[in-house]
C-alpha cells in the first residue's frame, strides 16, 4: 500500500521529497497488527451536574447501590417496556474517596446490550456524576440486516477512503500552494499517511468483503455452532497477521470449520437467554474462543438500532481481541477491541525477609539520567502486606496439585503483583522461563556492563545482562504496582494480584512481565483482559544502538504499559475490558501513561520532557513532540486531532498527555511540588499518617474521616487523574475525561480547582465549547478548539492563587448560567 502513495505522490513529481530513508533502515521493525473501530453513539451521555433531586432517596441513602439504582431506574423511564438492567458485580465503593461507582448494563427481552452502559457515581446518596450509553428507541429487528445497516457497515472502509483523498489532496497543496512545508512537516504527513495506510492493509481488506462460508461437513445448515463458527472464521481472516493463512480461510472456509470444537456454557442463574460458546481449534488463536450472542447498537439512517452479534474474546500471540460480528450472514465485523496496546515506535502473613535489588531507581528513568544502586524491597503493609516475594500456592502458577492457602516465599522475580522473567523465544509459554534466583540472601546483585559488539553479536551481548534486567522489570513493575495502588487503584477497582487479601476483586491476575521479549524489537505491549486474568506485559530490546538498548531499564516505557492496565480496568469497571478500544477513548489510553510516566520522572525543577529519549536514541524521543509548556515547542491542542498522522492512538494520546501537562504545571504553580510520589507508608494499624504528604485530615460535620487529599500539585493531579478514570463513562471522549478530572476534585477538595482545570484546559483549546462534528468510527472528525474558560471563572486575570469556587446549594444549579449548555453547569454538590 505504501507503493500505491509513493506512486500517487511521484506522479505529482513529490516522491524524492517523501520517500526518504527511514523505510529502508534495517532498523525499522515489523510493526504489530492491529484493528480498532466501533459504531459512534452519539446518543451517548457523561454528565458531572446532573441537577437531579435524590430528595426521593432518602430512605435508602445508606445504600448507594440502592441509590444507583434507583436513579437509573428514573433515567431510564422513558425506555420500551422489555428493556432492563443489571447492576455489575464489579461495582464497588472506593475506599479512599468514599465514592461508589455503580456500573449498569442494559438487557432488552433478556438479551444483553453489550455496549449499553451506564455508570453512577454515587456519595453520600448523591449522584455526582454520571455516564449513560444505553439503547433508546424501537428495538426493531435485530437478527435482519438492513440495508441500511449494511451500508453503514460497508462505510467504515469508505470514510478512510476518503480521507486518504483528503489529504493526498492536502499535501499536494502545501507543496504546490503558497506555502512552503518545512522537512519536519513533510515527515508528518508521511507518518500520517503510513498510519492511515496502515489502518487500510489491517481492516479493509477483510473488514469489508465477508466471505461466502459454505456449511458443510459437521455442521446442520442452521445450527447455532455453524453461525458462530462462520462469523468467527469471518473476524479470524481479519484478524490474523499472516496473510496466508487469511487466503486459505477465506478459500477453504470448511476446511477450519471443521476443525472447530464447540461447548455450550451453561447459564447457572438463567440470566443469560442466548447461547454461548467455547471455540476449540480456532486458526491462529492461542487459546479457546469465549463466544457468547449480545445486542450492539449501530447507527441505522438517522437513528441507532440494534443488531445482534456474536461477541468473541480471541486471544492471539500478539492481540487480545473483544469482537462482535454479526450474527446474520453476510458475517460483518461491527467492532473490534484489542486489549493489548502498544508502546509506541519511532516511529496475612508475617513480614518476611527485605529483598535487595541493584537498580536503576525509582524516578531515575533510564541509564542516561543516573547508575543503579542498591534499593530495598518496598515494604508497604497497605500495597503489598506479604511483600514482593511471596504468594498463595492455590494461586500460583508455578505450583501444581496445591489447593492449601499456605504461601510460598520464593528468591526469585516472582510473587503476588509481578511474574518477571526472559522470552527470548517469543512465544506465549511463561511459567517456566528464566528468572535470576538471589538465593536466600534475596540480594539481586548482578552486572550491567553491556559492550560495542557487531550485529550479529548484539543479541548475544544484551542476554549477558539478562539478571539484571529481569531485576529491574520485577523492581519497576512492584514499584508501580505499590504506587497505584496507594492512589487508589485496588483490589476491588481490579488491580493485578495473585492473592487480593480477601479485600475483594477477582484474583489470579498478576503481570506477567517479558524481558527481552523476542517477539519484536523497539516496543513494548500490555494486554489487559479483565479483572482475574493476568495483565500481560512484554518488555523489547532497541536496535537503535550499539550496544542494544533494552526497554526493561527505561521505566518510562514500562510505567507507561502497566498505565494501560490502570486505565483499562477503572475505565467502565474492572469487568469490562472494551471502553478504550479506538479513538479519542483509546488515545487517552496512550496518553495517561505518557503523562504518569513524565510525572514520575520529574523533579522540582521544571523541564521538558521526551518519551522513550534513551531507548530510541533519539533526542525527542518517541512522540511528534516533546512535553512542554512552550507553545512553539509543542503546539498541540485539542484540534491537532484533524492533522494529518493523528489517526493513530498514540498521536492522539500525545496531545492528551499534553493537555495533562499543562494542566498539572497550573496546580504545581498553585500548591508546589514533593519529591516522592509515594504517600507516607501506612502504621502498624493500617492508618496513614499525613507527613508532609496529605493536608491535616478533616472529618465530617459528624466525625467521620474525609478522604485524604494529597497536598502538593503534583501528587494532587496524579490523584485526580486517577480519580477522574473511575468516574468517566465507557468509551469516554476527551470531553467526557476532562470533565471527569474536574468532578473528581469536585469530589476530593470541594472544587478548590475549578477554574484552574478549566484554565489549563481552556488553554490547549478545551474550553467547554469545544466541539467536534461527525465522529467516525476511525476516530475522525471535525474538532473546534474552544480557549475560553466557563463564565464563573472569568473574572480572574491570573490564575494563582484562586478564591474557591462557591457551590450554588442544590436545585439552583442553573443560576449562574442562562444557556442551556449542561456542560457548562456549574457543579452544586458540596
Ligand atoms: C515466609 O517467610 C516468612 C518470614 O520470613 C515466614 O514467617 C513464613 O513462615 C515463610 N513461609 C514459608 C511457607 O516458608
Ligand atoms: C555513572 O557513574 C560514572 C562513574 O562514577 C559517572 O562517570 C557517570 O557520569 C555516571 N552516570 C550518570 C548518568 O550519572
Ligand atoms: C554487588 O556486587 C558487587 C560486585 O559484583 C559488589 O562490589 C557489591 O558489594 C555488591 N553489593 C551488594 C549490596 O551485595
Ligand atoms: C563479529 O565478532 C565476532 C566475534 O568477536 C567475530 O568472530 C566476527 O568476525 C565479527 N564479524 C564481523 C563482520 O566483524
Ligand atoms: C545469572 O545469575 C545466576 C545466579 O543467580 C548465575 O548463575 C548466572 O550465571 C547469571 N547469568 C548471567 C547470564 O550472568
Ligand atoms: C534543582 O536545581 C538546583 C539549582 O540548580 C539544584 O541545586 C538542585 O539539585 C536541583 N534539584 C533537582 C532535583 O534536580
Ligand atoms: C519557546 O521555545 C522557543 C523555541 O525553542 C524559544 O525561542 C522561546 O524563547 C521559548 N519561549 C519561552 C517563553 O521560553
Not at 145 to 165: F, G, I, K, P
Request: aromatic share 10%.
Amino acid at each position: 500500500m505504501r507503493r500505491l502513495l509513493v506512486a500517487s505522490l511521484a506522479a505529482a513529481g513529490l516522491a524524492a521529497a517523501l520517500a526518504h530513508d527511514t523505510h529502508s533502515d534495517s532498523n525499522q521493525l515489523r510493526r504489530r497488527k492491529t484493528l480498532g473501530f466501533g459504531p459512534a453513539h452519539p446518543h451517548a451521555t457523561y454528565r458531572t451536574a446532573p441537577l437531579y433531586t435524590t430528595d426521593s432517596f432518602g430512605a435508602v441513602r445508606e445504600d448507594p447501590i440502592e441509590v444507583a439504582r434507583r436513579f437509573i431506574l428514573d433515567i431510564t423511564k422513558d425506555i420500551d417496556a422489555g428493556s432492563h438492567f443489571v447492576i455489575r458485580k464489579d461495582s464497588y465503593t472506593d475506599k479512599n474517596t468514599g465514592i461508589t461507582h455503580v456500573f449498569a448494563r442494559q438487557f432488552v427481552e433478556g438479551v444483553e446490550i453489550a455496549d449499553g452502559d451506564i455508570n453512577v457515581n454515587v456519595k453520600d446518596g448523591v449522584i455526582l456524576s454520571y455516564g449513560d450509553s444505553f439503547h433508546r428507541g424501537p428495538l426493531g429487528d435485530p437478527f435482519s440486516l438492513t440495508s441500511e445497516r449494511l451500508d453503514v457497515h460497508s462505510e467504515y472502509c469508505n470514510q478512510l477512503a476518503a480521507e486518504m483523498q483528503s489529504r493526498v489532496h492536502r499535501i499536494q497543496h502545501q507543496l504546490f500552494g503558497e506555502q512552503t512545508p518545512m522537512r519536519d512537516v513533510l515527515d508528518r504527513e508521511q507518518q500520517g499517511f503510513e498510519t492511515l495506510f496502515e489502518l487500510r492493509e489491517w481492516n479493509c481488506a477483510h473488514v469489508d468483503t465477508p466471505y461466502k462460508m459454505s456449511v458443510e461437513g459437521k455442521f446442520s445448515a442452521s445450527s447455532e455452532e455453524a453461525f458462530a463458527g462462520q462469523a468467527l472464521l469471518q473476524f479470524m481472516i481479519a484478524a490474523t497477521p499472516n496473510s496466508g493463512l487469511a487466503e486459505s480461510m477465506a478459500q477453504r472456509p470448511s476446511d477450519y470449520l471443521n476443525k472447530m470444537t464447540f461447548s455450550y456454557v451453561h447459564d447457572l442463574t438463567g440470566e443469560s437467554v442466548t447461547p454461548a460458546f467455547i471455540i476449540d481449534n480456532v486458526p491462529d488463536a492461542v487459546s479457546p474462543v469465549k463466544a457468547k450472542m449480545v445486542l450492539v447498537q449501530v447507527p441505522s439512517g438517522h437513528a441507532t438500532t440494534l443488531e445482534a452479534v456474536w461477541r468473541f474474546e480471541v486471544e492471539m500471540q500478539d492481540n487480545w481481541y473483544e469482537a462482535a460480528v454479526t450474527v446474520t450472514e453476510p458475517h460483518r465485523i461491527v467492532s473490534v477491541v484489542d486489549w493489548a496496546s502498544d508502546s509506541p515506535i519511532p516511529t496475612e502473613p508475617s513480614e518476611p525477609k527485605t529483598a535487595t535489588y541493584n537498580v536503576f531507581a525509582w524516578g531515575v528513568n533510564d541509564p542516561s539520567v543516573g547508575n543503579r544502586s542498591v534499593q530495598k524491597e518496598n515494604f508497604d503493609h497497605l500495597a503489598s502486606p506479604i511483600g514482593w516475594h511471596s504468594l498463595p500456592t492455590y494461586n500460583d502458577p508455578a505450583t501444581t496439585s496445591s489447593h492449601s492457602k499456605v504461601f510460598r516465599n520464593t528468591t526469585d522475580t516472582w510473587g503476588n503483583n509481578v511474574f518477571a522473567h526472559e522470552n527470548w523465544e517469543g512465544r506465549n509459554a511463561w511459567v517456566t522461563n528464566y528468572r535470576p534466583d538471589a538465593g536466600e540472601s534475596l540480594n539481586f546483585n548482578f552486572t550491567y556492563h553491556p559492550k560495542e559488539t557487531n550485529r550479529t553479536d548484539s543479541m548475544d551481548e544484551a542476554k549477558k545482562y539478562i539478571n539484571t534486567t529481569i531485576t529491574q522489570l520485577f523492581y519497576t513493575g512492584n514499584m508501580i504496582h505499590d504506587l497505584y495502588y496507594r492512589y487508589g487503584f485496588d483490589e476491588v477497582s481490579g488491580n493485578f494480584q495473585q492473592h487480593n487479601f480477601g479485600r475483594g476483586g477477582e484474583e489470579g491476575d498478576a503481570v506477567i512481565m517479558n524481558a527481552q521479549d523476542g517477539s519484536g524489537f523497539n516496543n513494548a505491549n500490555f494486554m489487559t483482559p479483565p479483572d482475574g486474568q493476568n495483565g500481560r506485559c512484554r518488555m523489547y530490546l532497541w536496535n537503535t544502538a550499539n550496544p542494544y538498548r533494552d526497554g526493561d531499564l527505561e521505566a518510562g516505557i514500562v510505567i507507561h504499559e502497566y498505565s494501560h492496565g490502570l486505565s483499562t480496568r477503572l475505565t467502565g469497571g474492572p469487568a469490562n475490558s472494551g471502553c478504550l478500544g479506538w479513538g479519542e477513548s483509546g488515545g487517552m489510553g496512550e496518553g495517561w501513561g505518557d503523562f504518569l510516566a513524565t510525572t514520575v520522572r520529574s523533579n522540582k525543577n521544571y523541564s521538558d520532557y521526551a518519551m522513550g529519549a534513551w531507548a530510541a536514541n533519539r533526542e525527542t524521543g518517541i512522540r511528534n513532540y516533546v512535553y512542554s509548556l512552550n507553545e512553539t515547542v509543542n503546539p498541540s491542542t485539542y484540534k491537532t486531532l484533524d492533522k494529518p498522522g493523528y489517526w493513530g492512538v498514540h498521536a492522539i494520546g500525545e496531545v492528551w498527555a499534553q493537555i495533562l501537562w499543562v494542566v498539572s504545571q497550573r496546580l504545581i504553580q498553585k500548591h508546589g511540588f514533593i519529591d516522592s510520589l509515594y504517600p507516607p507508608l501506612p502504621d502498624a494499624d493500617g492508618t496513614v499518617p499525613e507527613g508532609d504528604f496529605y493536608r491535616t485530615q478533616e472529618y465530617t460535620s459528624s466525625g467521620e474521616k474525609k478522604p485524604l487529599v494529597p497536598k502538593h500539585g503534583n501528587s494532587l493531579i496524579f490523584q485526580l487523574v486517577i480519580n477522574g478514570m473511575k468516574l468517566q463513562p465507557c468509551r469516554p471522549s476527551f470531553f467526557d475525561a476532562r470533565d471527569a478530572i474536574i468532578a473528581a476534585d469536585q469530589a476530593l477538595t470541594g472544587g478548590e480547582n475549578f477554574c484552574d482545570l478549566w484554565t489549563g484546559f481552556a488553554s490547549r483549546g478545551l474550553g467547554p465549547d469545544a466541539r467536534v462534528d461527525g465522529r467516525t468510527p476511525w476516530g475522525g472528525g471535525v474538532r473546534t478548539d474552544d480557549y475560553a474558560v466557563p463564565k464563573a471563572c472569568k473574572s480572574q486575570d491570573e490564575p494563582v492563587p484562586e478564591p474557591e469556587p462557591k457551590p450554588t446549594p442544590p436545585g439552583d444549579g442553573d443560576d449562574d448560567d442562562d444557556d442551556d449548555d449542561d456542560d457548562d453547569d456549574f457543579p452544586w454538590f458540596w
